[in-house]
Each structure stands twice: as C-alpha cells, then as structure tokens.
C-alpha cells in the first residue's frame, strides 16, 4: 500500500501540525517538498492539489485532501481513531469544543505573534512589536483559560491524550524559536502540559525537523 | 426529556449554525437570550459556559458546550438518523471532505465575506458609514474564493460530494446576511454557486430558521 503524501515545507507548522499526527498515528508517509521560492504552491500541479494554492495538500490513494486539520482528522480516524473518541458522545464532544478552541483562539492569537518574529525576517521585513504586544496579550488572556481547564484535567478534552492536545504543537514548537517562550512560565500547569507533549517521541522528531538546516 | 439550549441571539451568525443543525435533525431546543449590547456575554454566569465570552453556548442535560462548529458536530452526531447523516463519519473518505470544506469555508469564505456584512449591514445600525474601499477589497477577495467554489460546485452538487453535508449548512450564516446586500448580484456570475444557494436555502429546515430573519 502507497504510503501518504503530505505536500509542503516543514518550516510550515501548518504542515508540521499534520506530521505530529501522522507520527502519532503510527502511518507510513512521504514529505514531498513544495518550493515557495519558485511559487511552486501556484502551479498547476499544486492548484489541483489545493485550489487555495497553500500547503499541506495531503495524499492518500485517490483522496486528496487539504486543510492542516481536516487532514490531521482523516489521518486520526484512519489510523489512531482513540484520538478521536468517536464512540463516546460526551468525550468527542469535548474533543471537538477543544480542537475548535486551538484554531479559534490558542493559534489565531500565535499566528501574528509567529509571522512578525519568524517569517518577516525571513523575507527581509521587520517585526512589528505592537502586533506582536497586542497579541501576546489576548495569549495571555486564552492561556488563563488552559490553566484553569489543565488544572482539574490531564489533557485538554478531559483525562486523555487527543487530537486536540497534538494540533497545539507545530505552533507551539515554533512559538520556542521566538524570544517569548517564557510567557509559559506564568502557567504552571500549562507548562506541565506542554512539557508532557515535549517528551513524546513524536513531538521529538518533530521539532528536529523543523530546525532550520545548517 | 429536556430540550436542549442554545445561548445567543439567532441571529448571530455563530448562533444560527447551531439552530440549523438542530432544525435537520428535528431535536427540541430553547434559545436564551444573552444580550450582547449590556454586556452580558462577558458576565460571570455566561463564562460559566463559554469561558472566552462568546455566543453560542450550549447545554445538552449535563453537557456544556461552546463554539458553533464543535456544538454542531456534537447535535449531528448525537442525533443523527438514517435520513439525516450529515457528518458521513461511516466513510473515512467523505467524512474528511467535509471536514475540509469546513475548513475552507472558515478560513476563505467567512473572512472575504464577513467584512462586507459589517460594513453594510452591522455599522450602519450604530450610526456610521460603511467604508466603501474595504467593500470593494472584500468583493474581490470574495470573486476569487467564489472562482474555487463555482469550480468544484460544477463537478458535484455540494461542495464534500453528491451528498449535503455540515459543510453546505455551515456556510448559510453568512450567505443568508449577503444575499439581503446590493452585492447579492455577484452570485450571478457564478451559476453553480447561485444554484447550489437556493438549493440549501429550499429546504424545509432551513426556511424554518430564516423565516424568522427579519427582511433588511
């Protein structure tokens, strides 16, 4: 059987969000990179992959898929459906008020503060404290709301390991490349949570993968 | 056997979701109001709910849910019936397009379409004048998203397939707001898309929920 592709660059915790799951799940899979320099993402070939022209597009068999979450979702399902807690209304049901709160509210609130420290030096632009201040802030504001839920709860859906908890760590990995990983410290059972995630084997090899290379 | 509750004003769009899923799968529901204007969704009460202060809120006997996407998923789980089955969580395959069109439709739809709803629809009421320049920017936004949709909507009758799903439903929020705008018009340059509109806003559940919109 074909192993999945997964369509992107690993400097993307967007595609990263989907390695984590396809690491956690056990499933065999390929990294097929796609060149931003070239604008590759706007081919042709990738256009019919992802008509947005972004990454990850995602492969398997005839399904192609894209979306980090949908494709993490898939992956789940297919190969480590537990994550997922379908059979159980109560436990999915909170597993999904979980991953919606990641996109909502944890990630939007990263995003900016990730794109002003990480990707505009990148490209030669400069970082825009304010935004990366106003954002910090409404972080803050989502983290008491973590500590609050981690504190009476292992993991964020309830007192299990899910997918809720696993799409947090691409954007997390990366908010440790910027000089504001400390604003953890203030949380002491978030950063219990994330330091759990860390020790995963497959959090590990994630991060080593997205070091940029010498 | 208790009905459900929903926290919010239907028609908040976020709200409105949740209604639309409640109303294909024919559960009993209450709406409570929480009133937006004094503040209310930010009083200790309603954080009890949703800790980030947002509409909705939901409560099924001892669950409490928020956001309208999660609540949604959860009432088409839960209720579903062998007519309606629009999670398709029995197949792998067409469960993830759904997913991935949801997705779509919350991070192209929603964001090219919502500023227009604000500007035409929202600042008004408070007084103020809408800004036609970020209009014009969100109207072209809007072209080359609806560009994706009028392709795919050519191929299949809805967007995961041959087969109506959370992912149609998920975008009539919305779309309900911009057809009562000057810009309805747009959808004419998109067959499918227009086509695949009225098909959503046709059904039985669907009209129950918009006939209580009041006409702009």
């Known amino acids: 059987m074909a192993p999945m592709k997964l ?25 097929v990179p796609i060149d931003f320099a ?41 190969h480590k459906p537990d994550l997922l807690r379908e059979g159980n209304l109560k436990e999915s049901a909170m597993m999904e008020v979980c991953l919606e709160v990641e996109a909502n509210q944890y990630t939007a609130a990263l995003n900016p503060i990730l794109y002003q420290c990480l990707v505009s030096p990148m490209f030669g632009g400069t970082t825009d404290q304010k935004v990366v201040e106003e954002n910090l802030e409404k972080l803050k504001k989502v983290l008491e709301v973590y500590e ?14 899910s997918l809720a908890d696993l799409n947090h760590v691409s954007v997390t990995l990366c908010l440790l490349a910027t000089p504001h990983a400390s604003v953890f410290d203030a949380y002491p059972h978030v950063k219990a949570w994330w330091d759990g995630l860390m020790a995963r084997p497959s959090v590990q090899k994630v991060a080593a993968l997205m070091k940029p290379s010498a | 056997m208790a009905p459900v509750k929903v926290f919010g004003p239907l028609l908040s769009p976020n709200v409105t979701r949740v209604i639309l ?29 949703n800790p980030f202060g947002q509409l909705p809120a939901f409560q099924d006997g001892e669950l409490m849910l928020f956001e309208s996407r999660a609540i949604s998923r959860h009432v088409l789980r839960k209720y579903k019936t ?9 197949n792998t395959s067409e469960a993830a397009l759904v997913d991935v069109w ?38 072209e936004k809007m072209k080359k998203v609806l560009d994706v949709y009028e392709a795919q909507l050519s191929k299949h009758k809805y967007l995961a397939g041959d087969f109506v799903s959370l992912a149609d439903l998920s975008h009539l929020p919305y779309t309900v707001h911009f057809m009562a705008t000057p810009f309805a018009s747009v959808l004419d340059s998109y067959p ?11 059904r039985p559940a669907v009209q129950r929920v918009i006939s209580q919109f009041p006409k702009y």
């Open chain 1, 7 to 31: 369509y992107g660059a690993t400097v993307s915790w967007n595609v990263t969000r989907c390695v984590v799951a396809l690491e956690e799940a056990g499933a065999e899979y390929q990294i």
């Open chain 2, 21 to 49: 899923s409640l109303e294909e799968v024919g559960v009993e529901y209450e709406i409570v109001n929480v009133d937006f204007n004094t503040g209310e969704h930010k009083s200790p009460q309603h954080l009890q709910r």
């Open chain 1, 148 to 161: 609050a839920r981690l504190a009476k709860h292992k993991y964020l859906a309830g007192d299990f390991l």
């Open chain 2, 82 to 90: 062998s007519e309606v089955n629009l999670l398709r969580e029995g």
């Open chain 2, 192 to 202: 499918s898309v227009k086509a695949w509109v009225h098909d959503l806003l046709s």
């Open chain 2, 102 to 139: 949801l997705d779509v439709e919350a991070h192209q739809y929603d964001p090219a379409i919502a500023p227009i709803i604000y500007q035409l629809i929202v600042v008004p009421m408070s007084g103020g004048t809408p800004d036609q320049k970020l209009i014009d920017e969100s109207l």
């Open chain 1, 38 to 78: 070239t604008a590759e993402h706007k081919s042709p070939d990738h256009l019919a992959r992802n008509p947005f022209g972004q990454v990850p597009a995602f492969q398997d068999g005839d399904l192609h898929l894209w979306e980090s979450r949908a494709i993490c979702k898939y992956v789940a399902r297919k």
